[in-house]
Every structure is written in structure tokens, then in C-alpha cells.
């Protein structure tokens, strides 16, 4: 796709042939995507990049993809943003990164691999004003440290933290732990290694964030003062199933009063998605009062997460890699999240941007068994004195009907859970998602089961005007 032909994404996903394909979440209408990449706010736009094969349903040969927004609702693509060069650093792959803005140059920097099965290291790419138009020249930032204790190393994710820029990246020790490698960023084109800053010896992150590697390390502060830092979990043997999902810390940032460098105190965690299809996600700092700040009143942080295609698991059906050859893509982007902490754990929201997707209503106050349509918005209600049962979220009907979804709802509590096509966030008020995958076949309709003292309303999914 050249850069004059920029298309809504949204549109083009409404006239799919697939009917698994998802509607309201862009993506290219063919090939695989996975982690989410160089999230940011430059300019007037959010940019969102992911890993990324034209070519095929199957993951290889990486590039970045890239879909823009002025309003998290109206997406474009663009041109592939990122490619691997023929003898340079990315050869094997344009790997996960981050955007930055570096003395107001859009900058990416990514974990190139050379060859297939070496090491990784950060590669600087740097783009145009609007970042649709990349330069790479194979620049290298950082190289793999020479600690023999440091294994392997991927994923860098850079913070700011009292006025300094700083960067980290994810690894595994040769004693089997995982770590985070810590860097100072004075310049974009030569990071300085630091050392290993944080490890799964703590006992905090060994009981939260259990791992041989740390993935897709994230460190961002939400609105209450919060450091929230983010793993994807990996164990050896993963291939894209992730059983140990994602995690998060939740603590402090201090400075080490010695040599000045940001110290990470970790008091709580858990699980950052409650669903077995999510992994990789990739957190912005929205920073107000910037040139380049979004809307708002505070500082916030937005997430976006990775819904792989699969086999299905916990007795929902999946697909096969032939049915996903068939169709011709994979993996879907979550909606954007909002985070926060509220009461010492990690809660997390849709962005409210996303109400704009909310067309008309199907039904108010709904009791006992709902039909929904395939394109939904949905809120439960539970009774402000006593609910009794689970809600359920179930695909076909009789003995057949695949239990998608299932969870309690305590007195006064609420759930929005979004339907499009074959992808299901539910969102529970002051927690975590649940982020899902589930295929209808032909014929098959979605039914909302409800306990007593719940109610539900709904609204069928539509692109704004």
C-alpha cells in the first residue's frame, strides 16, 4: 500500500468476507500481527505499530505495520513502517519496540536480530512528522552486555523518571531467572548498560510475575502517583500459548541516593488479563501539559494487548493453522485501556473514546437469557442487595453451546463486555479484562445468561458518522 492510499480501517473491515473478522478493532485486512509496537501520541495522533507479515497467515519475517487515529475511533493504515534489511542488524526480523520523540524527531527503537537464533540488539530507526516515512540505516544502541550471567535479551521500553530519560529491556539469566536490564538514554544512539535492575529473585515478583524471560517489559505511573511496571511471562516451550499469560507489579520509583539511578520497589501484583488470548501488550505514558499532550486533566497511561488466533482452550472452539491459512490473517489488537490503581491493585477500563462505537439499543433491563447480536456492547448490572449465580456469555445453543464466558457479580458491581466477531473483552469495574477468543459458525447466535438480582443492557456495535 502506497502512502496516498489510506484507507479507513474500520470500513474496510465491515465488508470482510470472514465473519470471524473483527470489526472495530483496526487491522490490516490480511496477514499476521501480533505485539503491539511504538505506541504513541505525536503530533496530534495516536500511532499505533505491531509486528506484522503481509504475506502470510504465520509468523515471520516481521515488519511493522502502522494505523493512526486523531480520536482512538477513526483509524487509517499506512505503508508498512518498518522492514528487515538484506546484511543489516534487523535481517531476521523487525522486532518489539518503542516510539519516542527525540528533540521532536519521531524515533523507534526495536530489537533487531541479525540472524535467526542470535542475539537481539536496539536498532534506531527514525521517521517523518507524521510517521508514515522511515529511515533506517541499521544504527545499533545497545548490543547484547557482555555479563555472561545475561542469556538473552529482548523488548526495549524507555521511561522518564526525574527529568532523565532511561530505557530497559527484558532478559533471562543463565541460573534461570528472569530480569530487567536497566540502560541511561543521554543519547538516543548510545545507551549505557547500567547493570541488572530487578529480578525474579524478589520475592514480589516471583509470586506475581513468574518467568524464565521477561517480554515486553512496560514501567509507567498512573494518575494516583502508582508505578505500574508489566511482564509478558514466557516460559520455554510457549509457542504462542503463554501459560503463564501477563503480570504486573504495582510500587514505587526512587532514586538510589549513591549514583542517582531509579530504584523499583515492588509491594503488590497480579495478573494484568484474566483471559488465556492475551499477551505482549505495550503501555503509553500520556504526559498532559505537553506540546504533544492528548486531551485530559492528568497524567494516564493506555494499553493496548495482543488477542493471538488459536486452538481454543478451556472448551472453547478454536481454529486450525489450516482454517487460518484458509481465512488469510491472524491476531487481533485489544481496545485501548485505560489504567489505574484503585485500592492498591491494578484496574483497568476501556478507553471512553470506544462509547463511540455505541449504536442502537437492542434492549434495556434485561433479565434471564438475551440474545445478542454478533457486533455488541453490553452492560450488566448486578442488584444493589444480592445477586445469586454466574453470568454467562455462551456461544450456540443446547448441548452444544460453548461456555465462553463465565464469572460471578457481587452486589452493585457492574460488566461491559464487547462482541466483535470473534473477539470478547470484558471489562469488570475495578479490576482487570478478560480478553477472549470464540468463533461462531454459521447459524450460531450469542445468548447472554443472567442470574437473579442482574440486569443487562444492550447496544449493537456501529461506525460512527
Not at 515478583?205 to 517480554?215: K, L, R
Not at 495482543?306 to 478454536?318: K, L, T, V, Y
Not at 489488537?333 to 476501556?350: E, F, I, K, N, W
Request: with cysteine; aromatic share 8%; hydrophobic share 40%.
Amino acid at each position: 500500500m502506497t502512502d496516498l492510499a489510506l484507507f479507513d480501517s474500520l470500513l474496510a473491515a465491515s465488508t470482510h468476507p470472514d465473519p470471524a473478522f473483527p470489526r472495530f478493532h483496526p487491522r490490516p485486512a490480511q496477514g499476521w500481527i501480533n505485539d503491539p509496537n511504538g505506541i504513541s501520541y505525536i503530533n496530534g495522533r495516536y500511532h499505533v505499530f505491531f509486528q506484522y507479515n503481509p504475506d502470510s497467515a504465520r509468523h515471520s519475517q516481521i515488519q511493522w505495520g502502522h494505523v493512526s487515529s486523531p480520536d482512538l475511533v477513526r483509524w487509517e493504515e499506512h505503508s508498512v513502517a518498518l522492514s528487515p534489511q538484506a546484511g543489516g542488524p534487523d535481517s531476521a526480523g523487525c522486532w518489539t519496540g518503542v516510539v519516542t520523540s527525540d528533540d521532536g524527531v519521531p524515533t523507534a527503537a526495536y530489537s533487531g536480530i541479525k540472524d535467526h537464533g542470535g542475539h537481539s540488539q536496539v536498532v534506531i530507526a527514525r521517521g517523518s512528522s507524521d510517521l508514515v516515512t522511515w529511515k533506517q540505516d541499521g544504527h545499533v544502541a545497545a548490543s547484547m552486555p557482555a555479563d555472561p550471567l545475561v542469556t538473552a535479551v529482548r523488548d526495549p521500553f524507555i521511561f522518564r523518571f526525574n527529568g532523565a530519560r532511561y530505557a530497559m529491556q527484558g532478559a533471562g539469566l543463565s541460573d534461570g531467572r528472569a530480569a530487567l536490564l536497566l540502560y541511561t538514554v543521554e543519547d538516543m544512539d548510545s545507551w549505557q548498560y547500567q547493570g541488572i535492575w530487578l529480578t525474579t529473585a524478589d520475592p514480589v515478583a516471583a509470586q506475581h510475575t513468574p518467568a524464565e524471560i521477561w517480554e515486553c517489559p512496560q514501567l509507567v505511573q498512573v494518575p494516583s502517583g502508582e508505578w505500574v511496571m508489566m511482564f509478558s511471562l514466557w516460559l520455554s516451550g510457549d509457542d504462542h500459548e503463554h501459560a503463564n499469560g501477563v503480570g504486573h507489579l504495582i510500587g514505587s520509583l526512587t532514586s538510589d541516593p549513591a549514583t542517582g539511578l531509579p530504584v523499583f520497589m515492588p509491594s503488590s501484583g497480579g495478573k494484568s488479563d484474566l483471559g488465556r488470548d492475551f499477551y505482549a501488550p505495550q503501555i503509553v505514558q500520556l504526559s498532559y501539559g505537553s506540546a504533544d499532550a492528548a486531551p485530559g486533566s492528568a497524567p494516564a497511561a493506555l494499553l493496548w494487548g495482543w488477542a493471538n488466533e488459536g486452538p481454543g482452550r478451556d472448551g472453547r472452539r478454536g481454529r486450525t493453522q489450516e482454517e487460518i491459512d484458509d481465512a488469510g490473517w491472524s491476531g487481533v489488537l485489544t481496545h485501548p485501556r485505560v489504567l489505574s490503581v484503585v485500592d492498591g491493585a491494578l484496574a483497568v477500563s476501556p478507553a471512553p473514546e470506544v462509547e463511540a462505537y455505541r449504536g442502537a439499543s437492542v434492549v434495556t433491563g434485561a433479565a434471564g437469557s438475551v440474545a445478542l447480536p454478533g457486533f455488541a456492547e453490553v452492560l450488566v448490572r448486578g442488584d444493589a442487595n444480592s445477586v445469586s449465580g454466574a453470568v454467562e456469555l455462551l456461544l450456540g445453543s443446547g448441548t452444544d453451546a460453548q461456555v465462553v464466558y463465565s464469572g460471578s457479580l457481587a452486589a452493585g458491581e457492574e460488566l461491559r463486555i464487547f462482541l466483535d466477531a470473534s473477539l470478547v473483552e470484558v471489562y469488570r469495574a475495578g479490576s482487570v479484562a478478560t480478553t477472549l477468543r470464540a468463533y461462531p459458525a454459521p447459524g450460531e447466535e450469542w445468548q447472554l445468561t443472567l442470574p437473579a438480582g442482574t440486569t443487562a443492557d444492550v447496544w449493537e456495535l456501529t461506525l460512527p458518522a
